[in-house]
């Protein structure tokens, strides 16, 4: 499986990105079958998960600090995932990873937002300036 994101770029404070995270090289499973992640790594700090969707049903969720600025989604017909992100802050400045994991079924299938995915892309970079 292989991913690629775009749609990083320098912003000021208050404006608004959109990624995009394209998703292909599927041989067994297809698209629904995957929960795709985005990540970000700030500079001097570690990684850490910022919003999942489960695209077979469309299921998202996304950690508090970002939940009201950024929102998930696919078009699974271009077996692409975005992550629309308002209101940025200069500590939202950070290389922005997107991953996949075949899907969990379970009511903690988003579990993997803290500890990382199977397949990642080379990341975006976001910079925001105040």
């Known amino acids: 499986v292989q991913l690629v994101e775009s749609g990083g770029g320098l912003v000021q404070a208050g404006g608004s990105l959109r990624l995009s995270c394209e998703v292909s090289?599927?041989?067994?499973?297809?698209?629904?079958?995957?929960?795709i992640g985005w990540f970000r790594q700030a500079p001097g700090k570690e990684r850490e998960g910022v919003s999942c969707?489960?695209?077979?049903?469309?299921?998202?969720y996304s950690v508090d600090s970002i939940k009201a600025r950024f929102t998930i989604s696919s078009d699974n017909a271009k077996n692409t995932v975005y992550l629309q992100m308002n209101d940025l802050e200069p500590e939202d400045t950070a290389v922005y990873y997107c991953?996949?994991?075949?899907?969990?079924?379970?009511?903690?299938?988003?579990?993997?937002?803290?500890?990382?995915?199977?397949?990642w892309g080379k990341g975006t970079l976001v910079t925001i300036s105040s």
């Open positions: 991953a996949a994991e075949f899907a969990s079924a379970g009511s903690h299938w988003y579990e993997s937002l803290a500890y990382g995915m199977d397949y």
């Open positions: 090289g599927f041989t067994e499973f297809t698209f629904n079958d995957y929960t």
């Open positions: 969707i489960r695209t077979k049903d469309g299921r998202t």
